[in-house]
C-alpha cells in the first residue's frame, strides 16, 4: 500500500496547541488564518496532495524526465498536477495579497507544503525554488522586476530557479566564474551552471532563473558575486512574452532519486550573451542569495518531515498486513501481523517519534518566522528572528537526518521486499537521500550552527532556547503522572548536555575552531533531538491537560504522551554519547594522517 | 575514481597479528597456509578482484541483468569475469582437496572473498550462494550426491542456489508450500520459489538448487520441511548433463541494487514436476538450511566489510582532490583538499574505524572457526564453536548496519555529486542496502543473539568473550601511553555495559521475553560496537609494541592507534545510550497502540 493520507490531526495538534494558530491569527495582516479557515484549507490541500500527486509519485520516479534537444520533459501526469496546483493557488499561499497571492502565515503554507512533499517529492521541488526566487525578488528586486515578475511566479503561471554553483565550485561559491557584462540597460551572462533544479521544464510558460556572476573588475571571492535574473522567454513591456533567451538546459543528470524533478546543466551565453537583470546592487549577491537559500532550507527541513511522514505510513500499513512468525509470548499461537513483533514496534516508534518531534519543530519556528515578520512588538521581533535563525540549520540539518533513518527502517521493516522496486519504498529512501545534500549539506548547516549561530553571540540565542525548554519542563512537571516525571526528567538531562556543549563552544571557538568543527554534526544531532524532545514534552503536556479534562480524542492524546516517553526512553538517550563526541571526541579527528601512504 | 585497491596491509595486519595466521597454519590439514604462501594468494586475489572484477562493477549495475524466455544474461564482462574466476581456483580455496578444493582455512578465504565482494559486489553473489550449496551437500548430502555434484561445484563450473522462501512466508519459512511427491528414487517438485539469488544465468554449464519442500504427510511448521536437489540439468551417470529439468525462471525482480546479481523467481513443476533428491533425512531440511544460512550470514558480514572499503576509498580520494572553501584556521589561505575540514575527517575516520574494526572482529571469527574445525583439542574446538556461534548474528548485523552507515557518509563526502549516478558512490550505497535485509535482517540476527546465544546457555557464551575483553584490556594496560590508557578506560566502561545487559537478558528473557525483542538490535549494535573496540584495542597493542620495538612501518601503526583511538572517543560513546535503550527502553515500544485509529 503506497498511499498518502496527509496526518491532519497531528498536524492541527501541533499548530494548534504547540504553535499556536490562535496567536499567530492576531498578528496585523493574518486575520484571515483564523482556525476554520485554516482547518478548511489543509483539508483541501490534503485531498489534493492524497488524490492528484501522491498517485503519480511512484510512475514519475520509474519514467523521469526527457531531454531531446534543449526541451526537457516532465513524466506522465505531472503537467495535469501542475496545472491543478496552480488553478488551487497553492503556489500562493504564504505572498502578499497585492501581487495574487494569498497572504497567509508560514503556518499555515508550511504543512501545506509538507503534504506535497510527503506526496510528491519531485513535485515539490518546482514549487519550492519559485517561493525562493519570489521572496528574493520581493525584498531585493526593483520595483520595475516586482511589477513585472511576482504575480506570474506567485501564481505558479511561471515558476523560478536558482543559479548558484558550477563545477569547480561546489559550496563554495566564492568561486563562481560566470560572467555577466554590461549591454545597455541589461547584462549578458556568460558561463555554465549545475545542479539546477527544474532548470527547464514543459511546466510553466516561462522561467525565471537568478543567477550569481561576476561583473568585470569585481573583487575576488564571494564579494564580487552579483545577483541576476535570467527570464527563459524575454518580457515585453505589456507582460507578454517575447523572444527566447540565450540560456539552454544542455544535460540532466541522472540521480539516485527525485526523478520527476529534472536537474538541470544549464548554458549561459553559448551565442551572445544572455540578457540578465541586476537584482538590488553589484557585488550583494550571495547576501540575497541567502534569502533564497534560508527559504529553501527550511522548505528542505519540511521535505524530510513529508519524506519521512510518507515511508512511516507505509510501513505501518505493512507491518499491520504482513503475517509472519508467532508472538513471542505466545509460541503456540498462529502467525501474527508483524507489528506484533517488538522490533518492528521499536522501528516503527522511531519513525513516528522522529518525525511528530521534527514536525513539531518545524511548525514552532513557522510560527515564529511569523512572529518575527508580524509582530507589532520589536522586542518579539527581534527574540523571534534569533529564535528562527538559530533553528533554521538545526531544523534543516537534523529533520533531513532524521528522514535518511525514518526511510531506512520502512525499507527494513518491509524485509527483502523492500529491496525489490515495485514495493516504492525504496523510492523514500532513494528521494530522501538529496536532503542532506542540497540547499547546504548537513556539515554546512552544522558549520552555520556553531560558528554564525552560537558562537558568534555567545551563546545567547542557544540560551535562550534552553531557558525556553526549563521553563516547559517546569510545565510538564506539574502534571502527577509517571510518564510525564520520566521525560522531565530525561529532557533535562539533556537540556543540560546542551547547554554544556553550547558553553564549550563559545569558550573555545576563537582560539580553537577546528577542535570545535570536528564535533559541528554531533552538535548539530545533539542540538536537534534535544529540541525535538522538548516539542514532545509540550505535546505530553497538553495531551495530560486535555486527558484530565476529559478530552473526547483520548486514544490520540495517550499515543502523544506514549510517543513523548518514547522519545524520552530511546532518542534522548543519544544525547550523552554525542556530548562527549563534541566536546572530547576531536583528538584522533584533527591527528588523521590525511597524506596518501 | 571509482577505483578498489585491496586493502593488503591491513588484512595482513589482521590476519598475522590479530587472527594469528601462524597458529591457524600448524592446525591439522591447515600445513600449507603458511604465511608466504597466503601473502602471495592475497596478492594474486588482490589482482584479479582490482583488475579484473571492479572495472565491470558500475557498468553492471547500470546494465543489469536480461530475462528473455525463461533465460537470464548478465551484464557484459560478467561471463569472462566468471570464467578466470573458475580458472584461477577462486571457487574452491576452503573446500577439500579430494573434490578439487584447495583446503585452505577460512582465514585465508574470507579476506579473498571480502576483496571480491569489495569489487564487484553483485559478482560475489554466485560463489557465496554456491559456497553454501557446496557445505551443505559436504555435510548432508549421500555419498553420490558429492560425488555428482561437489567437484563440479567447488571448481565453480557449476553453480548453486538456496531456494527457501516463498511469497507468503517471508522469513517463516514453516510457511513453505512447495511440494515434493516421491517418484520411484527421487522425487517430483511443484511449487513457486522467490528471492532465489542467480537462480538462473549465463555463467555456468548446470545450476544446483537446494530447495526446501514438504513431502506428502509432513508435519505442520518447520519440523515438516526437507531439503530437496534439483539441478537446473539432469545428470548422467558418467557426469554429463542430461535432460533439462522441469524448473524454470519466470521472472527477476527490479532491485535497489546489486543490479548484476539476477534475483529470481522460480517455478518447480509447471509440467511434470521438476525431478528433485532428498538431502539427508526427511523433515530435516530447516537443519540443514541452517549450514547454508550460516554460511551465508558469515559471508554477508564479509560483504559489509567489503563495500564499507570500497566506499571508503572512494570517499578518501574523492576527499584527497577535491578542492573547497578555505581551511577554517587558515581564514586567508586559499581553498583546500575537503579532507582538511574536520566534519569531512570526522565521517572518513567513522568510515575507516568501522571498516577495520569490522573487519578485524569478521577474520577473528574465521580464525575460530578453523580451530573450530581442525583443533586437535577437544575443548578448544568447543570453545570456539561456541565463540563463532555467538558471534555470527553480530557480525552479519553489526557490519552490515555499519556497511550501510559507511556508505552514507560516502554519499555525503560527496555533495550534491554523490546523488549523481555517474560518479558511482551511490551504488555502493545502493548495494550494500540489500545487506541487511538478506540472509535473515538485523532483527533476525538479534533475535538469534538475545535468544539462543544469549539467554538459552545463561550468558556463558557471552560471558567468556567479555572475559576475554578484560583481558586484552589488561595487555593494552601495560602500555605507557596516553591513546592506550584512554582506549582502555573507554573500553572498559564499555564492557561493563555490555556484561549489564547480558546479566539482564538473562534474568529476563524467560519470563519476559517482549521486553527483552524490544531492545534485541540496540543490544546486537551494542555488542558489535564493544567487539569491534575489543579488535581496536588489540591492534593499538601491537601497533605500540611494534613501534616500540622500532618498526619501519611506523606510519599504518601509528595510524592504526589513531584510528582505535578515535573509536574509543566516538564509536564507544554510543555505548551508554544503548545500554539505556536495552534495559530501560521497552515500555513505550509495548504500549504502541498498534491498531489502525
Known amino acids: 500500500m503506497n498511499h498518502y493520507d496527509a496526518p491532519l490531526r497531528d498536524m492541527k495538534f501541533v499548530i494548534n496547541e504547540l504553535a499556536n494558530l490562535e496567536a499567530i491569527a492576531s498578528l496585523p495582516g493574518y486575520e484571515?488564518?483564523?482556525?476554520?479557515?485554516?482547518?478548511?484549507?489543509?483539508?483541501?490541500?490534503?485531498?489534493?496532495?492524497?488524490?492528484?500527486?501522491?498517485p503519480i509519485n511512484q510512475?514519475?520516479?520509474?519514467?523521469?524526465?526527457?531531454?531531446?534537444?534543449?526541451?526537457?520533459?516532465?513524466?506522465?501526469?505531472?503537467?495535469?498536477?501542475?496545472?491543478?496546483?496552480?488553478?488551487?493557488?497553492?503556489?500562493?499561499?504564504r505572498f502578499a495579497q497585492e501581487y495574487g497571492g494569498q497572504g497567509l502565515p508560514s503556518l499555515v503554507?508550511?504543512?501545506?507544503?509538507?503534504?506535497?512533499?510527503?506526496?510528491?517529492?519531485?513535485?515539490?521541488?518546482?514549487?519550492?525554488?519559485?517561493?525562493?526566487?519570489?521572496?528574493?525578488?520581493?525584498?531585493?528586486?526593483?520595483?520595475?522586476?516586482?511589477?513585472?515578475?511576482?504575480?506570474?511566479?506567485?501564481?505558479?503561471?511561471?515558476?523560478?530557479?536558482?543559479?548558484l554553483t558550477e563545477p569547480q565550485a561546489g559550496s563554495d561559491l566564492g568561486a563562481v566564474r560566470t560572467?555577466?557584462?554590461?549591454?545597455?540597460?541589461?547584462?549578458?551572462?556568460?558561463?555554465?551552471?549545475?545542479?539546477?533544479?527544474?532548470?527547464?521544464?514543459?511546466?510553466?510558460?516561462?522561467?525565471?532563473?537568478?543567477?550569481?556572476?561576476?561583473?568585470?573588475?569585481?573583487?575576488?571571492?564571494?564579494?564580487g558575486i552579483s545577483l541576476f535574473l535570467v527570464p527563459k522567454f524575454l518580457v515585453n513591456a505589456?507582460?507578454?512574452?517575447?523572444?527566447?533567451?540565450?540560456?539552454?538546459?544542455?544535460?540532466?543528470?541522472?540521480?539516485?532519486?527525485?526523478?520527476?524533478?529534472?536537474?538541470?546543466?544549464?548554458?549561459?551565453?553559448?551565442?551572445?550573451?544572455?540578457?540578465?537583470?541586476?537584482v538590488g546592487e553589484a557585488n550583494r549577491g550571495?547576501?540575497?542569495?541567502?534569502?533564497?537559500?534560508?527559504?529553501?532550507?527550511?522548505?528542505?527541513?519540511?521535505?524530510?518531515?513529508?519524506?519521512?511522514?510518507?515511508?512511516?505510513?507505509?510501513?505501518?500499513?505493512?507491518?499491520?498486513?504482513?503475517?509472519?512468525?508467532?508472538?513471542?509470548?505466545?509460541?503456540?499461537?498462529?502467525?501474527?501481523?508483524?507489528?506484533?513483533?517488538?522490533d518492528v514496534r521499536r522501528m516503527l516508534m522511531t519513525m513516528k517519534a522522529l518525525t511528530e518531534a521534527n514536525r513539531a519543530l518545524a511548525y514552532v519556528i513557522a510560527a515564529a518566522n511569523d512572529e518575527a515578520h508580524r509582530s507589532p512588538d520589536p522586542e518579539t521581533r527581534t527574540r523571534s528572528r534569533a529564535f528562527v535563525e538559530f533553528m533554521t540549520p538545526?531544523?534543516?540539518?537534523?529533520?533531513?537526518?532524521?528522514?535518511?533513518?525514518?526511510?531506512?527502517?520502512?525499507?527494513?521493516?518491509?524485509?527483502?521486499?523492500?529491496?525489490?522496486?515495485?514495493?516504492?519504498?525504496?523510492?523514500?529512501?532513494?528521494?530522501?537521500?538529496?536532503?542532506?545534500?542540497?540547499e547546504g549539506t548537513t556539515g554546512i548547516q552544522a558549520n552555520d550552527l556553531v560558528g554564525r549561530k552560537t558562537?558568534?553571540?555567545?551563546?545567547?540565542?542557544?540560551?535562550?532556547?534552553?531557558a525556553a525548554m526549563r521553563a516547559d519542563i517546569d510545565e510538564l512537571a506539574r502534571h502527577d503522572d509517571p510518564h510525564a516525571m520520566t521525560i522531565c526528567q530525561r529532557l533535562q538531562h539533556a537540556v543540560n548536555a546542551f547547554e554544556a556543549c553550547v558553553d564549550w563552544i563559545v569558550a573555545t571557538y576563537t582560539h580553537d575552531p577546528k577542535t570545535v568543527l570536528a564535533g559541528a554534526v554531533p552538535f548539530l544531532k545533539l542540538t536537534g533531538l534535544v529540541c525535538g524532545g522538548w516539542q514532545m514534552a509540550r505535546a505530553a503536556a497538553v495531551a495530560l491537560r486535555r486527558l484530565n479534562d476529559g478530552d473526547s480524542d483520548a486514544r490520540f492524546l495517550r499515543e502523544k504522551l506514549n510517543t513523548a516517553r518514547f522519545y524520552s526512553d530511546q532518542l534522548l538517550a543519544q544525547v550523552d554519547g554525542l556530548r562527549a563526541i563534541v566536546i572530547d571526541g576531536a583528538t584522533a579527528v584533527l591527528d588523521f594522517d590525511e597524506s596518501p601512504a
Chains 1, 2 share one sequence.
Open 32 to 54: 484571515d488564518a483564523s482556525i476554520e479557515t485554516v482547518d478548511a484549507i489543509l483539508t483541501q490541500a490534503a485531498k489534493f496532495s492524497s488524490e492528484v500527486i501522491a
Open 59 to 93: 510512475a514519475g520516479d520509474m519514467q523521469g524526465c526527457g531531454l531531446i534537444e534543449n526541451h526537457v520533459s516532465t513524466p506522465a501526469g505531472v503537467q495535469d498536477a501542475y496545472r491543478e496546483f496552480v488553478a488551487g493557488g497553492w503556489n500562493g499561499l
Open 109 to 163: 503554507a508550511g504543512p501545506v507544503f509538507e503534504m506535497i512533499a510527503a506526496a510528491n517529492m519531485g513535485f515539490s521541488l518546482c514549487p519550492m525554488l519559485t517561493s525562493g526566487a519570489i521572496e528574493a525578488l520581493f525584498l531585493c528586486g526593483s520595483d520595475s522586476q516586482k511589477e513585472t515578475y511576482l504575480r506570474p511566479l506567485i501564481e505558479g503561471r511561471w515558476t523560478g530557479t536558482m543559479n
Open 179 to 223: 560572467r555577466a557584462v554590461p549591454d545597455g540597460e541589461c547584462f549578458r551572462l556568460f558561463g555554465q551552471k549545475i545542479f539546477i533544479t527544474h532548470g527547464e521544464h514543459d511546466l510553466a510558460e516561462n522561467i525565471v532563473h537568478l543567477v550569481l556572476a561576476r561583473l568585470p573588475g569585481a573583487p575576488e571571492g564571494i564579494k
Open 238 to 278: 505589456d507582460g507578454s512574452l517575447g523572444a527566447r533567451n540565450d540560456v539552454r538546459c544542455v544535460a540532466l543528470e541522472h540521480k539516485l532519486g527525485i526523478h520527476s524533478s529534472p536537474t538541470a546543466v544549464m548554458a549561459y551565453g553559448d551565442r551572445d550573451g544572455a540578457a540578465g537583470y541586476l
Open 286 to 342: 550571495i547576501e540575497y542569495m541567502f534569502i533564497m537559500m534560508n527559504e529553501a532550507r527550511y522548505a528542505v527541513g519540511l521535505q524530510g518531515v513529508g519524506i519521512g511522514e510518507r515511508a512511516y505510513q507505509q510501513a505501518l500499513s505493512y507491518a499491520r498486513e504482513r503475517i509472519q512468525s508467532k508472538d513471542a509470548a505466545m509460541p503456540r499461537g498462529d502467525a501474527v501481523p508483524i507489528i506484533r513483533h517488538p
Open 394 to 438: 538545526v531544523n534543516k540539518g537534523w529533520a533531513t537526518e532524521a528522514a535518511i533513518e525514518v526511510t531506512h527502517l520502512a525499507v527494513q521493516i518491509h524485509g527483502g521486499m523492500g529491496f525489490i522496486e515495485e514495493t516504492g519504498v525504496a523510492q523514500h529512501l532513494r528521494d530522501a537521500r538529496i536532503t542532506t545534500l542540497y
Open 455 to 466: 558562537a558568534r553571540d555567545g551563546g545567547a540565542a542557544a540560551r535562550a532556547v534552553a
